[in-house]
């Protein structure tokens, strides 16, 4: 079906008419989002009474717009308290955080907002416009592509969440080894499991992110009393208006950044099983690849704050394009979705589009329009957000740990996954005080499990012979640009260090 | 220090032996992981012990570049300024404590007062606020993750007297409501 002008004023008017169910749906997305455990497919699950019981195209847009507002949400801990809510938003501890810890917490959180928002904003545009080609994205990329994607992510992790590659390396192969725990996708034979029933189906990610990230971080926070440095709480003190505003001026005067990196998410949403994470990875390399000051990266720059939050932003449009278009939903929230849509007779596929092309395109109209609420409603909220970061950290610990350990037992409902979420966070604090970085940790789990299924599906295919990584152009070029991302940053800094000898020449 | 002779500035040797303590748990869990899947059939084995001897592989790395490292001079073994001065050890070695208390103690107290329990002796003790303060903190909180937690979202956290004493008004709200 063509897409006019008219019929897309028709769809964003329908959208807008649901505004109080956006704002009910953005809010609580942006609470569950910013709570490690309450993913939007937990949230969708439990909400399931509502969602099945009115219309479908509100319960659509009631969970799209829960969705796209778990996305931004997410950011909001990783700023602040260096604690990601989801997967996705790892990549922003990197910078985000230490824009807190020296008082730019406001700046910091309007930066991840602003992106999130344009982002999100220019992909589900491009999505309504590009659906079905990129769709076809999904058709280029088999079992053995996905193996080179995954490793493509653990290395590029590796090489950018720590200042030293070889532990970064180790970091993200031990999170592998862990990803590896459970029953063999064959015969079901349990593999490192110490004997626990409870690990059989695998190490559950929600206990290893809150491990690794809440907890451990609270035990870092008690050794000091307050998150910030001495000039960053003064700042902090003094900070108005004026700093949100900043926030704005630098993320839009950065457009072309926000653009770039969201496409980045958009593209690797549209992959089945990529995510978020690795697209905000991906996003933060590029990123730094590319900027004339890569060696301020990891320090607080405000262009690595932007980019893995436009990218996450740009997975939420992305992961619902194959769920669409070949009923191959992209994410675990898609998934849910997927049930959701089923159970209220939509049949999706490529028939959906002239069928009921109200509801294909209509999902992007929704996102529109909840970035657009969004914005308005969580903007100014972001001087009050950032006070966080002046309780004590004596107050802020407990209270932390408290809840995520309560998020560690819901999705499963064992108490045995709040031990497993201790043991894990004893990890993340040795980690985190020896210089290995516990993103590459929990980046490794994450992908460890769909690293397995790929390259068992791969071999299975081929008869076990491993030539078969090898046997496709796009595995090729996929394999040619992780060795180049492998050696760019060595020509990269050779080059900018024979740059800085021959202007240092040129100065004497 | 910086090392002065030769009129060149040697930077001071770098800390290692506690980022041995990562390495060490990552060796110890491979081993345990290759031993645990030694008896399975070559499917159910292959991406674990491939990721196994790549791990293998880098730790080996890691120890060559140490063992290079210490007799170049270039680092030293120490454990001096890893870990926290003393008030620090006794915040966090509490902190472990509740966290181990709760998760033994919440399946009979249930969600809300596990939470303020775990709060308020937090509260007392690490934030060393007075005890009215306290209870107020961790009595808002306890309820603010009830009504969100509980009563909206409809977890299944585990249930206590608090939890089974609310249970017929927060159903009937439900019902009410139209959430039932």
Excluded: C
Excluded at chain 1, 255 to 284: D, E, K, M, N, Q
Excluded at chain 1, 384 to 390: A, D, K, M, N
Excluded at chain 2, 27 to 39: E, H, K, L, Q, R
């Amino acid at each position: 079906m063509e897409i006019t002008l008219p019929f897309l004023g028709d769809l964003v008017a329908t959208a807008f008419s649901y505004w109080w169910l956006i704002l009910i749906a953005t809010t609580i997305g942006i609470t569950i989002g910013a709570i490690p455990g309450f993913g939007a497919q937990n949230t969708i699950i439990m909400l399931l009474p509502f969602t099945l019981a009115v219309e479908i195209d509100m319960a659509l847009t009631f969970m799209v717009a829960l969705y796209v507002a778990s996305h931004m949400g997410s950011g909001i801990p990783a700023v602040l308290l260096n604690i990601p809510g989801t997967g996705g938003a790892a990549a922003t501890t990197i910078d985000g955080y230490p824009m807190a810890k020296k008082g730019k917490a406001q700046q910091a959180l309007v930066l991840t907002f602003v992106a999130s928002t344009v982002g999100g904003t220019i992909t589900a545009t491009l999505a309504l416009f590009l659906l079905p080609y990129l769709s076809r994205v999904a058709y280029y990329l088999h079992s053995v592509e996905m193996v080179v994607i995954m490793l493509f992510g653990i290395i590029l992790i590796a090489l950018i969440a720590a200042k030293d590659t070889l532990k970064g390396l180790i970091a993200g192969f031990f999170g592998l080894l862990i990803g590896a725990i459970g029953t063999d996708h064959i015969y079901s034979t349990p593999r490192g499991t110490f004997g626990f029933l409870e690990l059989y189906d695998g190490m559950p990610l929600i206990p290893a992110l809150i491990g690794l990230f809440a907890i451990s971080e609270a035990l870092v926070m008690l050794e000091k009393t307050s998150v910030l440095s001495e000039g960053g709480r003064a700042r902090m003190l003094n900070s108005g208006w004026s700093e949100s505003l900043e926030g704005i001026r630098m993320a839009l005067a950065r457009w072309w950044h926000i653009v770039w990196t969201s496409i980045i998410g958009l593209v690797i949403g549209a992959v089945p099983g990529a995510g978020a994470s690795i697209a905000a990875f991906v996003a933060y390399q590029q990123s730094r690849l590319f900027s004339k000051t890569p060696e301020a990266y990891g320090t607080g720059h405000p262009e690595a704050v932007m980019a893995p939050e436009a990218a996450n932003n740009g997975v939420g449009s992305g992961s619902l394009i194959p769920l669409l278009v070949i009923g191959v939903p992209g994410g675990s929230t898609a998934a849910v979705m997927l049930v959701v849509l089923t159970y209220h007779g939509v049949q999706l596929g490529p028939q959906l589009f002239t069928t009921r092309p109200e509801l294909a395109y209509g999902v992007f109209a929704t996102m529109l329009v909840s970035y657009l609420l969004m914005l308005f409603t969580i903007l100014p909220l972001t001087r009050y957000l950032s006070r966080i970061v002046l309780i004590s950290t004596t107050v802020l610990a407990p209270v932390i740990v408290v809840f995520t350990l309560v998020g560690a037992f819901a999705p499963r409902a064992y108490v045995f996954d709040m031990g497993l979420a201790l043991v894990m966070g004893i990890i993340g604090f040795v980690a985190r005080k020896t210089g290995y970085h516990v993103v590459a940790i929990l980046i490794g789990i994450i992908l460890g499990p769909i690293l397995e299924a790929n390259f068992m599906r791969a071999m299975r295919i081929s008869g076990n012979d491993a030539t078969v990584f090898f046997s496709s152009p796009v595995a090729i070029g996929l394999w040619a640009m992780l060795a180049f991302s492998l050696v760019a940053p060595f020509i990269m800094s050779r080059l900018r260090r024979g740059n800085g000898q021959d202007e240092e020449g040129r100065q004497a | 220090m910086a090392d002065q002779r030769h009129g060149t500035e040697r930077p001071a040797p770098e800390q290692t032996g506690p980022d041995w303590i990562i390495p060490a748990i990552a060796a110890a869990f491979a081993v345990y992981y290759v031993i645990s899947i030694s008896a399975l059939r070559w499917e159910a084995m292959i991406s674990g012990l491939f990721v196994a001897i790549v791990l293998g592989v880098l730790l080996a790395l890691f120890g060559l570049r140490t063992v290079l490292r210490l007799r170049d001079g270039r680092a030293r073994v120490s454990f001096e300024g890893t870990f926290t001065g003393r008030d620090g050890l006794v915040r966090q070695a509490l902190l472990l404590v509740y966290i181990v208390a709760f998760i033994n103690m919440v399946s009979v107290l249930g969600f809300t007062l596990g939470v303020f329990s775990f709060l308020f002796a937090s509260l007392l003790t690490i934030a060393r606020l007075p005890w009215t303060r306290a209870a107020l903190i961790s009595g808002i909180a306890a309820l603010t993750g009830y009504v969100l937690f509980i009563v909206a979202l409809r977890t299944q956290f585990p249930s206590g007297p608090f939890e089974t004493l609310l249970k017929p008004a927060v159903d009937a709200f439900r019902v009410a409501v139209g959430l039932a």
